[in-house]
């Protein structure tokens, strides 16, 4: 398969996946909805730095 096969194979994936997400939003009226946690969640570490302890400054 070449390469310009697969990327025309993707991009006709997810216009499929776009147009039932479309279809579900609108059928549910999901993006109409006004709840919100008014939280976020936590980001996750960068990679190579969760080993790292947080440095501390003694004064």
């Avoid at 194979?9 to 919100?36: A, P, Y």
């Amino acid at each position: 398969m070449l390469s310009t096969e697969l990327a025309t194979w993707i991009r006709g994936h997810w216009g499929i996946e776009n147009l039932l997400h479309h279809v579900q939003g609108c059928t549910f009226r999901e993006d109409d909805s006004k709840v919100r946690s008014g939280t976020l969640p936590a980001p996750s570490p960068s990679p190579g730095t969760a080993h790292r302890r947080p440095t501390v400054q003694r004064g």
